[in-house]
Protein backbone atom coordinates (compact mmCIF):
# COMPACT_ATOMS: atom_id res chain seq x y z
CA UNK A 1 0.00 0.00 0.00
CA UNK A 2 1.35 3.33 -1.10
CA UNK A 3 0.11 6.71 0.12
CA UNK A 4 -1.54 8.83 -2.03
CA UNK A 5 0.89 11.94 -1.82
CA UNK A 6 3.83 9.18 -1.77
CA UNK A 7 2.33 7.94 -5.44
CA UNK A 8 1.99 11.72 -6.26
CA UNK A 9 5.79 12.82 -5.31
CA UNK A 10 7.12 9.90 -7.01
CA UNK A 11 5.28 10.50 -10.35
CA UNK A 12 5.63 14.18 -10.65
CA UNK A 13 9.51 13.47 -9.91
CA UNK A 14 9.20 11.20 -12.94
CA UNK A 15 7.15 14.12 -15.14
CA UNK A 16 9.27 16.40 -16.81
CA UNK A 17 8.37 20.10 -18.61
CA UNK A 18 7.64 20.17 -22.00
CA UNK A 19 9.74 21.97 -24.53
CA UNK A 20 8.60 25.42 -25.81
CA UNK A 21 6.69 26.70 -28.96
CA UNK A 22 6.40 30.31 -30.68
CA UNK A 23 2.65 31.02 -30.97
CA UNK A 24 1.07 33.92 -31.97
CA UNK A 25 -0.47 35.84 -28.88
CA UNK A 26 -4.16 35.40 -29.43
CA UNK A 27 -3.55 31.79 -30.08
CA UNK A 28 -0.97 31.77 -26.55
CA UNK A 29 -4.72 32.35 -24.11
CA UNK A 30 -4.91 30.00 -21.57
CA UNK A 31 -0.89 28.31 -22.40
CA UNK A 32 1.81 29.15 -20.00
CA UNK A 33 4.33 31.48 -20.56
CA UNK A 34 8.05 30.56 -21.37
CA UNK A 35 9.83 33.49 -21.16
CA UNK A 36 10.21 36.69 -19.31
CA UNK A 37 8.82 40.03 -21.05
CA UNK A 38 10.31 42.91 -20.20
CA UNK A 39 8.87 46.43 -21.40
CA UNK A 40 10.74 48.26 -24.24
CA UNK A 41 9.53 51.38 -23.32
CA UNK A 42 7.35 53.18 -20.97
CA UNK A 43 3.40 52.86 -21.13
CA UNK A 44 1.96 55.36 -21.41
CA UNK A 45 5.08 56.45 -23.86
CA UNK A 46 4.82 60.27 -22.57
CA UNK A 47 2.33 62.31 -20.09
CA UNK A 48 -1.11 62.85 -21.54
CA UNK A 49 -4.39 64.15 -20.98
CA UNK A 50 -6.85 62.27 -18.99
CA UNK A 51 -10.08 64.26 -20.09
CA UNK A 52 -10.89 66.49 -22.52
CA UNK A 53 -10.29 70.10 -21.35
CA UNK A 54 -7.71 72.57 -21.39
CA UNK A 55 -4.03 72.23 -20.90
CA UNK A 56 -2.56 74.79 -18.49
CA UNK A 57 -0.06 75.97 -15.93
CA UNK A 58 -1.02 75.73 -12.31
CA UNK A 59 0.18 79.15 -11.17
CA UNK A 60 -2.62 80.50 -13.95
CA UNK A 61 -5.76 78.83 -12.60
CA UNK A 62 -5.17 78.10 -8.72
CA UNK A 63 -7.54 81.27 -7.99
CA UNK A 64 -9.74 80.40 -10.59
CA UNK A 65 -13.89 80.28 -9.53
CA UNK A 66 -17.36 80.48 -10.95
CA UNK A 67 -17.56 84.41 -10.34
CA UNK A 68 -13.86 85.24 -10.68
CA UNK A 69 -12.52 82.78 -13.73
CA UNK A 70 -9.14 82.71 -14.85
CA UNK A 71 -9.26 83.95 -18.67
CA UNK A 72 -6.26 82.70 -20.81
CA UNK A 73 -5.23 82.60 -24.40
CA UNK A 74 -6.04 79.63 -26.71
CA UNK A 75 -3.22 78.72 -28.54
CA UNK A 76 -4.61 75.38 -30.65
CA UNK A 77 -6.63 72.70 -30.32
CA UNK A 78 -4.48 69.13 -29.88
CA UNK A 79 -6.58 65.85 -30.81
CA UNK A 80 -5.41 62.72 -29.31
CA UNK A 81 -2.68 61.17 -31.92
CA UNK A 82 -0.79 64.59 -32.37
CA UNK A 83 1.90 66.48 -31.20
CA UNK A 84 2.01 70.42 -29.83
CA UNK A 85 4.52 72.00 -31.30
CA UNK A 86 4.71 75.11 -29.49
CA UNK A 87 5.40 75.95 -25.83
CA UNK A 88 3.03 76.89 -23.10
CA UNK A 89 3.77 80.03 -21.24
CA UNK A 90 1.88 82.46 -18.60
CA UNK A 91 -1.72 82.81 -19.42
CA UNK A 92 -1.84 80.33 -22.28
CA UNK A 93 -3.75 76.97 -22.46
CA UNK A 94 -4.20 74.90 -25.31
CA UNK A 95 -7.51 72.78 -25.99
CA UNK A 96 -6.75 68.93 -25.56
CA UNK A 97 -8.87 65.78 -26.10
CA UNK A 98 -8.12 62.65 -23.73
CA UNK A 99 -4.89 60.90 -25.08
CA UNK A 100 -3.27 63.57 -26.37
CA UNK A 101 0.28 64.09 -25.43
CA UNK A 102 0.38 67.12 -22.82
CA UNK A 103 2.15 69.94 -24.56
CA UNK A 104 5.55 71.78 -23.20
CA UNK A 105 5.36 73.96 -20.59
CA UNK A 106 1.61 73.04 -19.06
CA UNK A 107 1.69 70.47 -15.78
CA UNK A 108 -2.19 70.81 -15.35
CA UNK A 109 -5.68 69.91 -16.82
CA UNK A 110 -8.68 71.40 -16.64
CA UNK A 111 -11.93 69.43 -17.80
CA UNK A 112 -13.85 70.61 -20.42
CA UNK A 113 -16.96 71.23 -18.23
CA UNK A 114 -15.04 73.83 -15.72
CA UNK A 115 -14.61 75.89 -18.91
CA UNK A 116 -16.29 78.51 -21.82
CA UNK A 117 -14.51 79.07 -24.47
CA UNK A 118 -14.60 82.76 -25.94
CA UNK A 119 -13.47 83.21 -29.28
CA UNK A 120 -9.75 83.11 -29.23
CA UNK A 121 -9.64 82.75 -24.95
CA UNK A 122 -11.16 80.17 -22.61
CA UNK A 123 -12.75 80.98 -19.07
CA UNK A 124 -11.84 78.44 -16.57
CA UNK A 125 -14.04 78.21 -13.83
CA UNK A 126 -11.82 76.35 -11.00
CA UNK A 127 -9.01 74.85 -9.86
CA UNK A 128 -8.55 70.69 -9.92
CA UNK A 129 -5.68 70.74 -8.35
CA UNK A 130 -1.86 70.72 -9.50
CA UNK A 131 -1.14 68.00 -12.16
CA UNK A 132 -4.52 66.76 -12.05
CA UNK A 133 -6.10 65.32 -14.84
CA UNK A 134 -2.85 63.72 -16.41
CA UNK A 135 -1.32 60.43 -16.66
CA UNK A 136 1.85 60.15 -16.14
CA UNK A 137 4.48 58.95 -18.46
CA UNK A 138 4.93 54.91 -17.14
CA UNK A 139 2.86 55.59 -14.70
CA UNK A 140 1.10 52.23 -16.32
CA UNK A 141 4.48 49.97 -16.73
CA UNK A 142 8.33 51.67 -16.53
CA UNK A 143 10.95 50.87 -19.40
CA UNK A 144 13.13 48.35 -19.07
CA UNK A 145 10.85 46.62 -15.74
CA UNK A 146 9.37 42.71 -16.21
CA UNK A 147 6.02 42.95 -16.89
CA UNK A 148 5.53 39.19 -17.01
CA UNK A 149 7.04 36.62 -15.73
CA UNK A 150 8.05 32.97 -17.05
CA UNK A 151 5.78 29.98 -15.71
CA UNK A 152 2.52 32.90 -15.90
CA UNK A 153 -0.82 31.44 -17.13
CA UNK A 154 -1.82 33.89 -19.98
CA UNK A 155 -5.15 35.48 -19.66
CA UNK A 156 -6.65 38.51 -21.54
CA UNK A 157 -5.11 41.18 -19.84
CA UNK A 158 -1.87 39.12 -20.30
CA UNK A 159 -2.49 39.25 -24.05
CA UNK A 160 -3.69 42.82 -23.78
CA UNK A 161 -0.16 43.90 -22.33
CA UNK A 162 2.32 41.97 -24.87
CA UNK A 163 -0.33 43.71 -27.31
CA UNK A 164 0.67 47.30 -25.72
CA UNK A 165 4.03 46.40 -26.18
CA UNK A 166 3.29 45.22 -29.47
CA UNK A 167 4.39 41.92 -29.16
CA UNK A 168 2.40 40.06 -31.51
CA UNK A 169 3.95 36.00 -30.41
CA UNK A 170 5.25 34.33 -27.29
CA UNK A 171 6.76 31.59 -26.38
CA UNK A 172 4.88 29.30 -24.51
CA UNK A 173 5.15 25.71 -23.11
CA UNK A 174 4.11 23.06 -25.52
CA UNK A 175 0.72 21.09 -25.30
CA UNK A 176 0.67 17.30 -23.71
CA UNK A 177 -0.54 15.19 -26.74
CA UNK A 178 -2.15 12.26 -24.45
CA UNK A 179 -2.96 9.04 -26.04
CA UNK A 180 -5.73 7.19 -24.59
CA UNK A 181 -6.49 3.42 -24.70
CA UNK A 182 -9.62 1.56 -23.30
CA UNK A 183 -8.87 -2.05 -22.33
CA UNK A 184 -11.28 -5.02 -21.63
CA UNK A 185 -12.57 -7.72 -24.17
CA UNK A 186 -16.00 -6.75 -22.58
CA UNK A 187 -15.70 -3.21 -24.59
CA UNK A 188 -18.10 -2.00 -27.19
CA UNK A 189 -17.18 1.54 -29.04
CA UNK A 190 -19.84 3.87 -28.90
CA UNK A 191 -20.53 3.75 -32.78
CA UNK A 192 -20.58 -0.34 -33.04
CA UNK A 193 -23.39 -2.05 -32.43
CA UNK A 194 -24.78 -2.53 -29.36
CA UNK A 195 -24.56 -6.14 -28.57
CA UNK A 196 -25.35 -8.58 -25.09
CA UNK A 197 -22.77 -8.85 -22.47
CA UNK A 198 -21.00 -5.77 -23.64
CA UNK A 199 -20.24 -2.91 -21.98
CA UNK A 200 -19.78 0.50 -23.69
CA UNK A 201 -16.42 2.15 -23.60
CA UNK A 202 -17.81 5.00 -21.52
CA UNK A 203 -13.98 5.85 -20.08
CA UNK A 204 -12.29 6.65 -23.38
CA UNK A 205 -14.83 10.10 -23.61
CA UNK A 206 -14.50 10.92 -20.04
CA UNK A 207 -11.27 10.57 -20.13
CA UNK A 208 -10.45 12.82 -23.19
CA UNK A 209 -12.19 15.42 -21.67
CA UNK A 210 -10.56 15.54 -18.56
CA UNK A 211 -7.65 16.00 -20.72
CA UNK A 212 -8.79 18.60 -22.88
CA UNK A 213 -10.11 20.39 -19.81
CA UNK A 214 -6.71 20.71 -18.14
CA UNK A 215 -5.35 21.86 -21.73
CA UNK A 216 -3.52 18.71 -23.21
CA UNK A 217 -4.38 17.24 -26.51
CA UNK A 218 -6.44 13.80 -26.13
CA UNK A 219 -5.31 11.20 -28.63
CA UNK A 220 -7.94 8.50 -28.96
CA UNK A 221 -6.29 5.21 -29.45
CA UNK A 222 -9.39 2.93 -29.31
CA UNK A 223 -10.18 -0.03 -27.33
CA UNK A 224 -7.69 -3.12 -26.92
CA UNK A 225 -8.51 -6.81 -26.46
CA UNK A 226 -7.14 -8.53 -23.47
CA UNK A 227 -4.90 -9.86 -26.04
CA UNK A 228 -0.93 -9.19 -25.44
CA UNK A 229 -0.15 -7.97 -29.42
CA UNK A 230 -3.52 -6.17 -29.44
CA UNK A 231 -2.32 -4.24 -26.57
CA UNK A 232 0.92 -4.16 -27.33
CA UNK A 233 0.78 -2.50 -30.56
CA UNK A 234 -1.63 -0.21 -29.83
CA UNK A 235 0.36 1.22 -27.13
CA UNK A 236 3.49 1.38 -29.59
CA UNK A 237 1.10 3.75 -31.34
CA UNK A 238 0.40 5.79 -28.34
CA UNK A 239 4.07 6.62 -28.12
CA UNK A 240 3.96 9.30 -30.75
CA UNK A 241 1.99 10.94 -27.54
CA UNK A 242 3.67 13.01 -24.39
CA UNK A 243 1.87 10.66 -21.85
CA UNK A 244 0.01 7.74 -22.45
CA UNK A 245 -3.16 6.34 -19.96
CA UNK A 246 -4.67 3.07 -20.26
CA UNK A 247 -7.78 1.83 -18.47
CA UNK A 248 -8.78 -1.42 -17.04
CA UNK A 249 -6.68 -4.35 -16.64
CA UNK A 250 -5.05 -3.21 -13.45
CA UNK A 251 -7.23 -4.52 -10.54
CA UNK A 252 -6.49 -7.21 -7.89
CA UNK A 253 -7.80 -10.47 -9.08
CA UNK A 254 -8.02 -9.12 -12.53
CA UNK A 255 -7.02 -10.82 -15.30
CA UNK A 256 -4.11 -9.26 -15.28
CA UNK A 257 -2.30 -8.85 -19.31
CA UNK A 258 -2.46 -5.35 -18.67
CA UNK A 259 -0.18 -5.51 -16.36
CA UNK A 260 2.20 -8.35 -17.31
CA UNK A 261 2.19 -6.37 -20.90
CA UNK A 262 3.02 -2.94 -19.19
CA UNK A 263 5.73 -4.78 -16.64
CA UNK A 264 7.52 -6.17 -20.00
CA UNK A 265 7.05 -2.76 -22.42
CA UNK A 266 8.92 -1.00 -19.80
CA UNK A 267 9.45 0.01 -15.64
CA UNK A 268 6.37 -0.02 -14.25
CA UNK A 269 5.24 -0.03 -10.74
CA UNK A 270 1.89 -1.42 -9.95
CA UNK A 271 1.04 0.40 -6.75
CA UNK A 272 -2.33 -0.43 -4.63
CA UNK A 273 -2.95 3.74 -3.29
CA UNK A 274 -4.60 4.13 0.15
CA UNK A 275 -7.86 6.15 -1.71
CA UNK A 276 -11.12 5.07 -2.54
CA UNK A 277 -12.27 4.49 -5.45
CA UNK A 278 -9.31 4.29 -7.37
CA UNK A 279 -7.02 2.14 -5.34
CA UNK A 280 -5.28 0.34 -8.31
CA UNK A 281 -2.67 2.12 -10.39
CA UNK A 282 -0.39 1.52 -12.61
CA UNK A 283 2.64 4.32 -13.09
CA UNK A 284 5.58 4.14 -15.27
CA UNK A 285 7.82 4.96 -18.37
CA UNK A 286 7.33 3.18 -21.63
CA UNK A 287 10.29 4.41 -24.19
CA UNK A 288 10.43 7.65 -22.38
CA UNK A 289 7.63 8.28 -22.01
CA UNK A 290 5.09 8.51 -18.75
CA UNK A 291 2.16 5.84 -18.46
CA UNK A 292 -0.70 5.64 -16.18
CA UNK A 293 -2.76 2.71 -15.86
CA UNK A 294 -6.07 4.04 -14.66
CA UNK A 295 -8.61 1.09 -13.07
CA UNK A 296 -11.73 0.58 -15.66
CA UNK A 297 -14.56 0.86 -13.20
CA UNK A 298 -15.77 4.96 -14.51
CA UNK A 299 -15.53 6.47 -11.33
CA UNK A 300 -12.48 5.34 -10.14
CA UNK A 301 -10.38 5.87 -13.59
CA UNK A 302 -11.86 9.38 -13.74
CA UNK A 303 -10.79 10.04 -9.48
CA UNK A 304 -7.48 8.30 -10.49
CA UNK A 305 -7.14 10.66 -13.26
CA UNK A 306 -7.77 13.93 -11.36
CA UNK A 307 -5.41 13.00 -8.25
CA UNK A 308 -2.31 12.17 -10.76
CA UNK A 309 -2.55 12.37 -14.19
CA UNK A 310 -3.84 15.71 -14.37
CA UNK A 311 -1.14 17.33 -12.09
CA UNK A 312 0.92 15.86 -14.36
CA UNK A 313 -0.10 17.26 -17.82
CA UNK A 314 -0.40 20.90 -15.98
CA UNK A 315 3.20 19.85 -14.71
CA UNK A 316 4.31 19.35 -18.64
CA UNK A 317 2.20 22.15 -19.94
CA UNK A 318 4.66 24.72 -18.04
CA UNK A 319 1.55 25.55 -14.95
CA UNK A 320 3.38 25.69 -11.35
CA UNK A 321 -0.22 25.09 -9.74
CA UNK A 322 -1.12 22.22 -10.24
CA UNK A 323 -3.72 21.39 -8.18
CA UNK A 324 -7.57 21.87 -8.09
CA UNK A 325 -8.74 24.54 -6.00
CA UNK A 326 -10.23 23.51 -2.45
CA UNK A 327 -12.95 24.55 0.06
CA UNK A 328 -14.32 24.42 3.52
CA UNK A 329 -17.66 23.32 3.29
CA UNK A 330 -20.57 21.83 5.77
CA UNK A 331 -21.46 18.58 5.73
CA UNK A 332 -25.42 18.03 5.54
CA UNK A 333 -25.48 14.55 6.34
CA UNK A 334 -23.49 12.02 8.47
CA UNK A 335 -20.65 10.06 7.08
CA UNK A 336 -18.43 7.14 8.15
CA UNK A 337 -15.91 4.52 7.01
CA UNK A 338 -13.39 2.55 8.19
CA UNK A 339 -9.96 3.72 8.82
CA UNK A 340 -6.95 2.85 5.90
CA UNK A 341 -7.76 4.85 2.80
CA UNK A 342 -8.56 8.41 2.20
CA UNK A 343 -11.53 8.43 0.98
CA UNK A 344 -13.09 11.04 -2.27
CA UNK A 345 -16.84 11.11 -2.08
CA UNK A 346 -18.60 13.12 -4.62
CA UNK A 347 -20.72 15.74 -3.43
CA UNK A 348 -23.13 18.42 -4.77
CA UNK A 349 -22.17 21.90 -3.18
CA UNK A 350 -24.91 24.37 -1.85
CA UNK A 351 -24.01 28.17 -1.03
CA UNK A 352 -25.75 29.76 1.16
CA UNK A 353 -25.08 32.88 3.66
CA UNK A 354 -21.82 33.14 2.93
CA UNK A 355 -21.54 29.31 3.49
CA UNK A 356 -20.79 26.20 1.27
CA UNK A 357 -22.79 23.04 2.25
CA UNK A 358 -22.28 19.45 1.49
CA UNK A 359 -24.03 16.59 0.58
CA UNK A 360 -23.47 13.09 -1.00
CA UNK A 361 -24.70 12.49 -4.90
CA UNK A 362 -25.94 9.27 -3.45
CA UNK A 363 -24.75 5.81 -4.26
CA UNK A 364 -20.83 6.18 -3.97
CA UNK A 365 -20.07 2.39 -5.91
CA UNK A 366 -17.09 2.97 -8.10
CA UNK A 367 -19.22 1.79 -11.15
CA UNK A 368 -21.72 5.12 -10.66
CA UNK A 369 -21.26 7.29 -13.25
CA UNK A 370 -24.37 8.91 -12.83
CA UNK A 371 -23.40 10.14 -9.12
CA UNK A 372 -19.98 11.84 -10.85
CA UNK A 373 -22.43 13.46 -13.27
CA UNK A 374 -24.15 15.12 -9.87
CA UNK A 375 -20.80 15.66 -8.49
CA UNK A 376 -19.50 19.68 -8.01
CA UNK A 377 -16.87 18.84 -5.71
CA UNK A 378 -14.94 15.33 -4.10
CA UNK A 379 -14.90 15.43 -0.13
CA UNK A 380 -11.91 14.50 1.20
CA UNK A 381 -12.30 11.93 4.43
CA UNK A 382 -8.75 11.58 5.05
CA UNK A 383 -7.26 7.94 5.70
CA UNK A 384 -7.26 8.23 9.87
CA UNK A 385 -11.16 9.33 10.16
CA UNK A 386 -13.88 7.09 10.70
CA UNK A 387 -16.64 9.33 11.42
CA UNK A 388 -17.58 13.36 9.92
CA UNK A 389 -20.91 14.45 11.16
CA UNK A 390 -23.72 16.86 9.94
CA UNK A 391 -22.51 20.08 10.29
CA UNK A 392 -19.06 19.43 10.64
CA UNK A 393 -16.49 21.19 8.27
CA UNK A 394 -14.32 18.69 5.29
CA UNK A 395 -12.57 19.69 2.46
CA UNK A 396 -14.07 19.29 -0.69
CA UNK A 397 -12.09 19.88 -3.97
CA UNK A 398 -14.00 21.67 -6.11
CA UNK A 399 -14.85 19.88 -9.98
CA UNK A 400 -17.14 21.97 -11.15
CA UNK A 401 -15.18 25.65 -11.73
CA UNK A 402 -18.86 27.17 -12.01
CA UNK A 403 -19.59 26.79 -8.71
CA UNK A 404 -18.12 29.76 -7.92
CA UNK A 405 -20.68 32.03 -9.95
CA UNK A 406 -23.40 30.70 -8.27
CA UNK A 407 -21.24 31.20 -4.80
CA UNK A 408 -20.55 34.22 -5.16
CA UNK A 409 -23.34 36.56 -7.34
CA UNK A 410 -22.27 39.83 -8.32
CA UNK A 411 -25.31 41.48 -8.52
CA UNK A 412 -25.36 45.47 -10.22
CA UNK A 413 -27.49 47.70 -9.38
P1 LIG B 1 -11.10 -3.68 -14.97
O1 LIG B 1 -10.39 -2.61 -14.19
O2 LIG B 1 -10.51 -3.92 -16.30
O3 LIG B 1 -11.26 -4.92 -14.15
O4 LIG B 1 -12.56 -3.13 -15.24
C1 LIG B 1 -13.50 -3.06 -14.21
C2 LIG B 1 -14.85 -2.74 -14.76
O5 LIG B 1 -14.85 -1.42 -15.25
C3 LIG B 1 -15.26 -3.57 -15.96
O6 LIG B 1 -15.92 -4.72 -15.58
C4 LIG B 1 -16.22 -2.66 -16.66
O7 LIG B 1 -17.48 -2.80 -16.09
C5 LIG B 1 -15.70 -1.30 -16.34
N1 LIG B 1 -14.93 -0.76 -17.47
C6 LIG B 1 -13.67 -1.10 -17.84
N2 LIG B 1 -13.26 -0.38 -18.88
C7 LIG B 1 -14.28 0.47 -19.17
C8 LIG B 1 -14.46 1.48 -20.16
N3 LIG B 1 -13.51 1.78 -21.04
N4 LIG B 1 -15.63 2.15 -20.16
C9 LIG B 1 -16.58 1.87 -19.26
N5 LIG B 1 -16.47 0.93 -18.33
C10 LIG B 1 -15.34 0.23 -18.27
MG1 LIG C 1 -10.57 -5.38 -17.85
Given at each position: MILVEEALQHILGKIPRLGTERLGILQARGRVLAEEIFAPRNIPPWDNSAMDGYSVRWEDVQTATKERPAILKVLGDLPAGRIFRGRGGPREAVRI????????GFDTVVQVEDTEKDGDRVKIFSFPGKGK???????????????????ALLRPAHIGMLAAIQRSWVSVYQQPRVAILSTGDELL??????????IVNSNSYSLASLVAECG??????????????DLSSKIQQGLVADLLVTSGGVSVGDYDLVKKMLDEMGQMNFWKVAMRPGQPLAFGMISGKPLFGLPGNPVSSMVSFEQFVRPSILKMSGHRDLFRPALTAILREDLSKKTGLVHFIRCSLLAQGGKVFASTTGEQGSGILSSMV??????????????????????VILLDPSFFHLASPVFLS
Amino acid sequence: MILVEEALQHILGKIPRLGTERLGILQARGRVLAEEIFAPRNIPPWDNSAMDGYSVRWEDVQTATKERPAILKVLGDLPAGRIFRGRGGPREAVRIMTGAPLPEGFDTVVQVEDTEKDGDRVKIFSFPGKGKNIRLAGEDVKAGTRILEEGALLRPAHIGMLAAIQRSWVSVYQQPRVAILSTGDELLDIDEPWEEGKIVNSNSYSLASLVAECGGLPLQLGIAQDRSEDLSSKIQQGLVADLLVTSGGVSVGDYDLVKKMLDEMGQMNFWKVAMRPGQPLAFGMISGKPLFGLPGNPVSSMVSFEQFVRPSILKMSGHRDLFRPALTAILREDLSKKTGLVHFIRCSLLAQGGKVFASTTGEQGSGILSSMVKAQGLIVLPRDQTLARVGEEVTVILLDPSFFHLASPVFLS
